[in-house]
């Protein structure tokens, strides 16, 4: 790596003609799934990666709104700051925005704390997720997961075949020849697409930089109440964090890699408390981002198998 490579700028300058080529890729991919569709839905998640699939979407069919609207799947357990900053941006772009929730695990009482990550993640995220999308008829499913995020996404395809039930087959997926892709399905059945497949997460924030895309600032160093628990820092976002014996709520600087479910995902310890040094921390990260979600690490669910049970 050059001297001119471990700075933000350098890194930019060196990356310019990388950032077009997968801009453009993903424009088309955005393009593609428009003409091919007749109902399609971009999954909005309010992470760093759903921001810049959102910025794509208004690019690819700029000057007019985004012709195709964004699903959140709402849990109930985010960061507060993520569901005002999605309601605030999907406002700013003229985007329809359509939050669902599984009213029948609400009834329940199904959480995070009372039935485990395992439990809460299918109910609240894999059943609502299949609820919403069969609810509206949706046959596209758009979605900002990367190769690199996780060894099973990087089995992915760019449009990756579901069945009626919305479960996913590893081994029997579609050949995609350069830029080629089958969108072709039968009823009820339906597709997920990736146009972010091919970017990486210094991609990505080289992208937020050069685009000066807001991203909540969760992702920027600031002191908040944590505690330290099996292994992770777990920010109190609200009151619904039950406290064990001896834990006290302390302040540190901490920022988040990746967003999700408060209470299963760690904050980590950062003095990047802007883009630059958030892209200076990547520049030298080794480690995976998906290191503090909790929902990775559960050995009785792998991401493949949630996968194929119907998890985006």
């Not at 569709?37 to 985004?66: C, E, T, W």
């Not at 080629?180 to 930089?209: C, H, K, M, Q």
């Not at 980590?268 to 408390?273: G, M, R, T, Y």
Request: glycine fraction near 6%.
């Amino acid at each position: 790596m050059t001297v001119l490579q471990t700075t933000p700028a350098g890194a930019l300058a060196t990356r310019q003609s990388h950032l077009k080529r997968l801009e453009a890729e993903s424009i088309h991919i955005l393009r593609e799934v428009a003409a091919e569709f007749r109902h399609p839905v971009m999954l909005y998640s309010i992470g760093k990666d759903s921001s810049v699939l959102l910025h794509l979407l208004q690019k690819a069919f700029h000057p007019a709104p985004p012709p195709i609207p964004l699903l959140h799947v709402d849990t109930t357990w985010k960061f507060r700051e993520m569901i005002a900053f999605r309601d605030r941006r999907a406002a700013e772009v003229g985007a329809k925005l359509i939050v669902h929730i599984n009213r029948e695990g609400v009834r329940q009482g199904v959480g995070p704390f009372t039935h485990g990550a395992t439990v809460h993640t299918d109910i609240m995220k894999t059943q609502a997720l299949k609820q919403a999308l069969d609810a509206h008829g949706f046959d596209a499913a758009i979605g900002g997961a990367r190769r690199d995020e996780e060894k099973s996404r990087a089995k992915e395809r760019v449009f990756s075949f579901r069945t009626a039930q919305h479960r996913w087959d590893p081994k029997r997926q579609r050949p995609e020849l350069w830029n080629l892709y089958n969108g072709r399905i039968a009823r009820g059945e339906s597709v997920r697409v990736f146009p972010l497949s091919n970017w990486t997460e210094l991609d990505i924030w080289l992208y937020i930089y050069r685009e000066a895309i807001e991203v909540p600032s969760l992702y920027l160093a600031a002191p908040r109440p944590v505690v330290e628990r099996d292994g992770m820092l777990v920010m109190v976002d609200d009151e619904r964090l039950p406290l064990r014996s001896g834990e006290r709520p302390e302040m540190r600087k901490v920022r988040f890699r990746t967003l999700g479910c408060y209470p299963l995902t760690g904050a980590i310890e950062s003095e990047a408390d802007d883009l630059p040094k958030v892209i200076q921390e990547m520049l030298v990260a080794r480690t995976s981002e998906r290191q503090g979600r909790a929902i990775d690490h559960d050995p009785s669910a792998s991401m493949e198998k949630k996968k194929q049970e119907g998890y985006f």
